[in-house]
């Protein structure tokens, strides 16, 4: 059985810095693509960020671009979102997901979820 766990959400002033980690399991990752998103009140589930599990490569939407940093550790079959710089429109539930599709950043795409993690970023 597929587990995605995200953690490492909480409450931040706005500038500060937070670092979520989805640990997967149950099945082999490594042809998988890795992705991040998140669902502000009222709003959709929007992407976030994405990486390739076998080569490394990411991608960002450009509301995130130059302030958080997706990585992966293989031993650990863990994804990491560094997020610094931290805005109040960044307060959301952040998901991790995975797909099978390169480097997609459509929420349909994406086969299993995490069941999310809530970062507060206060003014």
């Known amino acids: 059985q597929v587990r995605m766990v995200e953690s490492g959400g909480g409450l931040v002033q706005a500038g500060g810095s937070l670092r979520l980690s989805c640990a997967a399991s149950?099945?082999?990752?490594?042809?998988?693509?890795m992705g991040w998103f998140r669902r502000a009140p009222g709003k959709e589930r929007e992407f976030v960020a994405a990486?390739?599990?076998?080569?490394?490569?990411?991608y960002y939407a450009n509301s995130v671009k130059g302030r958080f940093t997706i990585s992966r550790d293989n031993a650990k079959n863990t994804v990491y979102l560094q997020m610094n710089s931290l805005k109040p429109e960044d307060t959301a539930v952040y998901y991790c997901?995975?797909?099978?599709?390169?480097?997609?950043?459509?929420?349909?795409?994406?086969?299993?979820w995490g069941q999310g993690t809530q970062v507060t970023v206060s003014s």
């Open positions: 997901a995975a797909t099978r599709r390169l480097m997609s950043v459509a929420k349909a795409d994406y086969d299993y």
């Open positions: 990486i390739s599990w076998s080569t490394g490569d990411t």
């Open positions: 149950g099945r082999t990752f490594s042809s998988y693509t």
